[in-house]
């Protein structure tokens, strides 16, 4: 298949320098060694860019650009309704350059163009301004009464705010985390994947064409190992907010633990979806399709396992399968694509293996996927969808594979559906499946995670939280009224009344 939409000019001339440089106080600058690092197509393999890659020397020059910036820019003491003019300044930016993003985040993750230009930007846009309005609209004085004294409380924002974000929703999560963090007035430092730094990049063009003072907004683009160690261990950030694995976010958080900086993480999900026997058993299996292959399954809350009352099991399956079949697999770029390729060779090779392991455990797959070949780009990181059965102790079912693969499981009655959910040691999101609303309720309730869906799977509106409890992490989350005052330490005034 041909990539049948056309490179706009600014996304050929934003990839063209050698390296793009990162964005430290305001300034493109190159690595103080000069070093880089690429960033591929997976849909083909190619390179796609090559970017500076920050070293410990210059995540802490952008921690000190951002302190500088906390104390000197005006940015923290703006009067609130200014600074939410900036933010929808930069929200409006976001809409009006929604294709160049669209396209940057379609090469570099490998997600459909469609799917970038109107899901993942746009949404960039609205978190901003809704953590604006929030804002504006929240009292940062409340008196508080107590008897003898007058007493009140004040909330300020923390400072430097470092943010440590994963390659599957680059744009959209730089505007979950740090809208919030600079409504409040902090400033921050992002350390993108070092798969997919581009448009979190080409983002800053932005946030200087919005007016927003230098050093506000810093971008250091590098390695886990180097870039995002030398962030987190900083002792000058005065918050850390990380979304990725487990594994990592120990890390993290072990590093924050020594400098005693609080810390948020969003971390991975082993979702499922509870499917009762009164559905529309054609609409939820298509339903539950499309949620698995979103993002080819490199969603972190989405539905991996599915939990099929026994009477719907040989309806559900031949359907749900076909419906996997279906799925046009291709280059992003591709207007016929509807599921893209894994992000890198290391994380198709990490789907496969999971694959493998199921096999040799005696799992018996009902649909296998496998490698899948994409006419024209041999070089892709292409999979098929798949769909595995079997004991809920089989590793496919216990651990996050991160690609679209749903693993089925049967039940009975209620209390064996919620016991082979709450199984799982992680507890990011859930979704119930039935026309009873008062038992879908009750289920919802019933599951632990930080999220239940009832009839669908995958919603995020603005305003609800969305956090994840146990393995997929603490901090209180992203999205929520209550991530806004996370980004303001308060501070009590006090004084005895004579
Ligand atoms: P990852 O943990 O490997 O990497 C995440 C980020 O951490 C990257 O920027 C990486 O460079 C950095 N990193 C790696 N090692 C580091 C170290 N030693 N010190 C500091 N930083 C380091 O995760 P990933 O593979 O990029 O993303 C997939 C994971 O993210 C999945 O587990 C997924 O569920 C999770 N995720 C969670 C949410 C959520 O909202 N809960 C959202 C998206 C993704």
């Not at 919005?210 to 900083?234: M, Q």
């Not at 070089?379 to 496919?396: F, I, N, R, W």
């Not at 956090?467 to 989350?477: D, P």
Request: hydrophobic share 40%; proline share 8%.
């Amino acid at each position: 298949m041909p990539k049948s939409i056309e490179l706009a000019p600014e996304v050929k001339d934003f990839l063209a320098p050698k390296p793009i440089p990162m964005f430290i106080g305001g300034k493109w600058v190159e690595a103080a060694d000069k070093g880089t690092f690429q960033s591929f197509d997976p849909g083909d393999g190619s390179v796609l860019a090559t970017v500076a890659e920050a070293q410990e020397a210059d995540v802490d020059a952008a921690v000190k650009a951002a302190t500088e910036a906390f104390r000197k820019s005006g940015w923290p003491r703006m009067p609130t309704n200014d600074r939410a003019v900036l933010l929808h300044r930069l929200a409006d930016l976001v809409d009006k350059h929604r294709s160049i993003l669209a396209q940057l985040e379609s090469l570099d993750v490998g997600k459909p163009y469609e799917a970038a230009r109107d899901g993942d930007i746009p949404n960039v846009a609205q978190t901003l301004r809704w953590y604006a309005d929030l804002a504006v609209h929240t009292r940062l004085r409340e008196p508080i009464a107590v008897t003898g004294f007058e007493a009140r409380q004040v909330r300020f924002p923390y400072g430097p705010v470092a943010f440590i974000l994963p390659w599957n929703f680059p744009m959209l999560l730089v505007g979950w985390n740090i809208a919030p963090a600079l409504a409040a007035g902090n400033t921050v430092i992002i350390k993108p994947a070092e798969d997919t730094p581009l448009s979190t990049l080409y983002f800053c063009k932005l946030v200087s064409e919005a007016g927003i003072p230098p050093g506000v907004v810093n971008v250091v683009p590098g390695y886990g190992e180097k870039a995002g160690k030398a962030l987190s261990d900083h002792p000058g950030i005065r918050r850390m907010g990380f979304t990725g694995s487990p594994e990592v976010g120990r890390l993290i958080a072990a590093a924050c633990g020594r400098n005693l900086v609080p810390v948020k993480l969003e971390l991975g999900g082993k979702g499922a979806a509870v499917v009762f026997d009164d559905v529309d058993v054609e609409s939820v299996a298509r339903d539950l399709v499309n949620a698995v292959t979103f993002n080819t399954g490199q969603v972190c809350c989405t539905a991996t396992r599915w939990v099929l009352h026994e009477k719907i099991w040989d309806q559900f399956v031949p359907l749900a399968t076909k419906f996997m079949e279906e799925v046009r697999i291709g280059h992003g770029l591709d207007a016929a694509t509807q599921m893209g390729p894994a992000v890198s060779e290391k994380q198709r090779q990490r789907i496969l293996g999971y694959l493998q392991r199921n096999e040799a455990e005696g799992g018996e797959p009902l649909l296998p996927g496998g490698p899948a070949e994409v006419a024209g780009h041999p070089e892709g990181y292409y999979v098929k969808p798949a769909l595995l059965a079997g004991s809920p102790d089989y590793t496919a079912c216990r651990e996050e594979i991160f690609g679209p693969v749903a693993f089925l499981l049967k039940f009975r009655d209620e209390s064996e559906a919620v016991d082979l959910v709450n199984r799982s040691p992680y507890g990011l999101a859930n979704s119930v499946w039935s026309r009873d609303l008062a038992r879908a309720n009750r289920v919802a309730e019933a599951l632990v995670a930080g999220n239940s869906w009832i009839n669908a799977h995958n919603l995020f509106p603005h305003g609800v939280p969305y956090a994840g409890c146990n393995l997929s992490g603490l901090g209180g989350g992203v999205l929520g009224p209550d991530t806004y005052f996370d980004y303001l330490r308060p501070q009590s005034v006090v004084r005895p009344l004579e």
